[in-house]
């Protein structure tokens, strides 16, 4: 109903989603703009101040299921007078959006987390469908937003302020937190309800509102977490989202009422949106790319390390930001090798609803190619690989994304399948003497989202998480992001930004404080008994 030219009540709006989930937009085939008018059935909306509205634009994207290349949507390229008009509407409800309760805000917060609760499988079909990761995974992503939802929730004690009495004679200082007004959020194709939640909940929570671009790939569970919100209590106009490529980001970056940008991409658009906002006087928080170790030392649990390992390695085929894609492997530890080959050779590659399927296909034909290009390169500069996914057949679905699991030996780090993030089921291995060349490596490497070491000795778990330079440590955790109470905190170039996404951090990036400092003279205190009498003029 979201893509379509017939309008329900908003009672019945999400039975209705759940009817034509199959019809929600799916993965881009191609990033190839086509200038026709789409039908209406096949066309993702924007929505605008709490309606659903067909853009007027002759510029779409066409958005295939991954699986199947079946053609599931065409996105929109948002023009400029709706995202002006998006924009627009956040501004002015922003304006009463500030001066609301905080309580009040609470409440639909916690309205919002049931919602997502009770629709997390169908958010999770949308996502299945349009990005390919499989079921279970999808709904991992959407529970992992609804985490942080929940974190927003204790908005009255997080937004708190500090005083300071008598700092000089009769005099006090306080200070509290405010919103900013508008914000804009820019969200990646790889966790598409994941994301959007760590955005939204916590910019509404502290008072703003937000204009939201979702990938241009998979905009599917964004419209349908933002009709939950909506059904949840929050205002019309307080989550505004629209859709395009470059021209949309750019919007967002020089909108002059839109005053921060948070985003979560490639290096490429993340250095750009946080250059451009910058320039225009705007906070930026740009979560980028990634290259993250894992570190086995041969005194590990041996069976726990393999499972973990593989599981961070190659699942969600690869496509995440804290997937463990470069395995270290300290000493004796390199002779676990045939058993991570042998583990990663029994994962099933299927389309993501069948039943034990472990990795789906990956987001694009172009993300495929990228990455049989870079284990090619590998082969090409001295590696050896020692299991080849490429070219995997998956029985009914001749025409998928697909790539096996593959594992790369004596990499060495002046290899391209080494410096690039290849963003795929692909794990390069490397082997060291010590733990010390091991940590030598990371902290050479130009990213610091997050490493993993697996041993079961203290002193060497202590050491590495001391002089390791990446800013989130797992130790024997595979995939160490933090849970909402703290905040992500990638480090190096996987970062630009002072503030860092959810937890304490999260509310200062969409708040700025304002201080007070009052002097109420004790002398000009007046104080008399109480009068009973009939009063009389004096």
């Known amino acids: 109903v979201i893509y379509n030219k017939k309008t329900t009540t908003r009672n019945n709006m999400m039975q209705a989603a759940r009817k034509f989930t199959k019809a929600l937009p799916a993965l881009t085939q191609s990033s190839k703009l086509h200038t026709s008018r789409a039908t209406s059935s096949y066309v993702t909306h924007n929505f605008i101040g709490g309606k659903f509205t067909e853009s007027s634009t002759s510029q779409f994207i066409d958005l295939h299921n991954p699986a199947t290349q079946e053609l599931l949507t065409r996105v929109p390229c948002s023009t400029q007078e709706e995202m002006q008009a998006a924009s627009d509407n956040c501004a002015e409800v922003a304006k009463t959006l500030r001066h609301s309760s905080c309580m009040t805000r609470q409440q639909i917060l916690v309205k919002f987390a049931n919602l997502l609760r009770e629709n997390q499988t169908e958010i999770a079909k949308s996502i299945t469908k349009e990005q390919g ?4 995974d999808a709904e991992g992503d959407v529970l992992r937003g609804i985490q942080v939802v929940e974190f927003a929730i204790g908005c009255p004690y997080l937004t708190m302020g500090n005083t300071s009495s008598s700092v000089a004679k009769d005099m006090e200082i306080h200070s509290y937190r405010v919103p900013l007004g508008v914000v804009g959020g820019i969200c990646p194709f790889n966790f598409p309800a994941m994301i959007p939640l760590w955005m939204f909940p916590v910019a509404f929570a ?37 859709h395009g490529g470059v021209d949309a980001v750019n919007f967002i970056c020089d909108d002059p009422a839109i005053r921060a ?31 993250n170790h894992g570190v086995i030392l041969p005194d590990a649990n041996k069976n726990a390390t393999l499972n973990q390992l593989v599981g961070a390695s190659f699942g969600a085929a690869g496509q995440r930001c804290m997937a463990l894609p470069h395995t270290i492997f300290v000493g004796e530890a390199q002779e676990w090798i045939p058993d ?29 190619q990228r990455a049989c290009d870079l284990i090619e390169s590998g082969v090409q500069q001295g590696a050896e690989v020692l299991l080849d996914g490429r070219g995997v057949q998956v029985e009914g679905y001749p025409d998928g994304n697909w790539l096996g699991p593959t594992v790369i030996s004596n ?29 030598a490596t990371i902290n050479a490497n130009e990213y610091g989202n997050g490493t993993a070491l ?38 190096k170039a996987s970062i630009l930004g002072d503030m860092n996404f959810y937890g304490r951090a999260g509310i200062e990036f969409y708040t700025e404080l304002k201080t007070v400092t009052s002097l109420w003279r004790s002398d000009d205190a007046v104080s008399r008994k109480a009068a009973t ?6």
């Open 133 to 136: 990761k499989t079921l279970a």
């Open 411 to 439: 990499v060495t780090t002046n290899m391209d399948c080494y410096k690039e993030e290849i963003f795929a089921p692909v794990m390069t291995c490397q082997s060291v003497d010590t733990l010390d060349e091991a940590i």
């Open 340 to 368: 991570i080959i042998e583990l990663a050779n029994s994962l099933k590659v299927n389309e993501g609803f069948q039943e034990g399927t472990d990795i789906g296909p990956m987001i694009s034909p172009a993300a495929l």
């Open 261 to 291: 940008i948070s985003f979560v991409g490639s290096n490429q658009a993340g250095e750009h949106i946080y250059n451009r906002g910058s320039l225009n006087g705007k906070r930026v928080q740009s979560n980028m790319g990634a290259k």
């Open 206 to 242: 502290t008072g703003n509102a937000m204009v939201m671009k979702p990938s241009e790939r998979d905009p599917g569970a964004a419209m349908l977490i933002a009709k939950l919100a909506q059904d949840a209590g929050v205002p019309d106009g307080a989550l505004n989202i629209i």
């Open 454 to 491: 697996f041993t079961t000795s203290g002193a060497a778990a202590r050491k590495f998480t001391f002089e390791v330079e990446a800013g989130q440590i797992g130790i024997n955790v595979p995939i160490p992001v933090p849970l909402p109470m703290f905040s992500f905190t990638g480090n």
């Open 533 to 538: 009498t009939m009063p009389t003029m004096k």
